[in-house]
């Protein structure tokens, strides 16, 4: 959804005033600084602002849009290599487990609406070394 685009109340207001002033006299001077040629000056100075603000959003959300795309590309990327690992290696393999899938003999089922481990559930894991003493063997339940 686009950013919602400034308008000033201030600015429409002192447009206005702007054009009654001058219907009195173009050339008023009211002393102290207080022309319509510096009253017009800074209505343009204003104007200008908001326009350059709300061309700022609008190139915002020209950005956000390409980002939000460029995300849902590198999802579905990030999922096509993990299917392209678990293709290759199989999806009980130790490098499924590596490119961040959850090994086909890892995962544990639960009943319906209850989460594979409760917090009371929760089953210590503790690794073990085999005879050759490289940590390959299973962990223990």
């Given at each position: 959804m ?8 201030v600015?429409e ?13 173009p050339?008023?001077?009211?002393d ?11 209505i ?7 326009n ?13 849009r390409?980002?939000l ?25 130790v ?19 209850e989460s594979?481990t ?14 050759n ?9």
């Amino acid at each position: 959804m686009a950013r919602q685009k400034r308008t000033s109340k201030v600015l429409e207001k002192a447009v206005r005033r702007a054009a009654g002033i001058k219907s009195i006299d173009p050339n008023l001077d009211l002393d102290s600084g207080l022309t319509l040629t510096a009253f017009s000056t800074l209505i343009e100075t204003m104007r200008s602002k908001e326009n350059t603000y709300n061309t700022a959003l609008s190139s915002l959300d020209k950005f956000y849009r390409e980002m939000l795309e460029t995300e849902r590309q590198l999802a579905d990327m990030a999922e096509h290599m993990l299917l392209a690992v678990a293709t290759r290696y199989g999806k009980s393999s130790v490098e499924y487990g590596m490119a961040g899938g959850v090994p086909k003999n890892q995962r544990h089922k639960g009943l319906r609406g209850e989460s594979p481990t409760s917090s009371s559930q929760q089953p210590s894991l503790t690794s073990s070394v085999d005879s050759n003493g490289n940590g390959n063997k299973p962990a223990t339940i």
